[in-house]
């Protein structure tokens, strides 16, 4: 039981280079969640998941978008990276409304 | 803009002393969550108040919560080193938001040995 799952953990990528961060839970949680944490300013929610097969928009999407592939994964992508998303990004799943189980972060550095 | 915002920004104490932190959010709340994170990882949960509850316990954790005021306070009592670590609220709207689990800015605890 691995919980949640982000891939990879860090990445290097150049101005305008795209690439996907990958998330899996395995504890058939119906909602997703992924967020950039920066310092001073806590976690921010780029998007989120409340089943599979419907996403919305959180504080921060712009710069981002995302798939529900399955109830298991739900992915966040860059189209075209900018310094300003370099940050750690978080991927999270919860059954409802209870608690939240967070996955390790990925530290995402854009130059 | 975030919901919660915890106060302080930063707190330091020394082992054996209480640590409270407190929050404060805008909009009405289905529940209310506190969460822990050590520098550089993932948050884990500590604990959860739904809007029907005043006060939750859980170990050397008590969790308040006032809904008339929009707050809530993290009291972790006889604090250790271990428990160095930043800590944010959550909180869960009701309507259209729902669904959504925004965090505030964190606080900063550094327990002295």
């Known amino acids: 039981n691995a919980g949640v799952t982000q891939t990879p953990k860090f990445q290097v990528l150049k101005t305008g280079q795209s690439m996907t961060l990958q998330c899996a839970q395995d504890?058939?949680?119906?909602?997703m969640y992924w967020y950039r944490q920066d310092p001073g300013m806590g976690l921010r929610l780029i998007y989120y998941s409340a089943s599979e097969g419907t996403t919305d928009k959180g504080e921060v999407p712009n710069g981002y978008n995302v798939s529900r592939l399955n109830k298991r994964e739900f992915s966040l992508r860059l189209e075209s990276a900018a310094p300003s998303q370099t940050s750690v990004y978080f991927c999270?799943?919860?059954?409802?409304?209870?608690?939240?189980?967070f996955g390790q972060g990925t530290r995402l550095t854009v130059v | 803009s975030q919901q919660g915002e915890e106060d302080p920004q930063a707190l330091s104490i020394q082992e054996g002393e209480n640590a409270t932190m407190n929050c404060s959010y805008k909009?009405?709340?289905?529940?209310l969550q506190w969460y822990r994170q050590n520098s550089g990882r993932g948050l884990v949960h500590l604990i959860l108040i739904r809007s029907n509850e005043r006060e939750k316990h859980s170990g050397r954790l008590r969790v308040t919560l006032d809904t008339s005021k929009k707050s809530s306070s993290l009291l972790i009592t006889a604090s250790r080193a271990a428990d160095t670590a930043s800590y944010f609220c959550?909180?869960?709207?009701?309507?259209?938001?729902?669904?959504?689990?925004?965090f505030g800015k964190g606080t900063k605890l550094s327990v002295k040995p």
């Open positions: 999270a799943s919860r059954y409802r409304d209870t608690e939240a189980f």
């Open positions: 504890m058939n949680h119906n909602s």
């Open positions: 959550a909180t869960d709207a009701y309507g259209g938001s729902q669904g959504n689990l925004i």
């Open positions: 909009t009405s709340i289905n529940n």
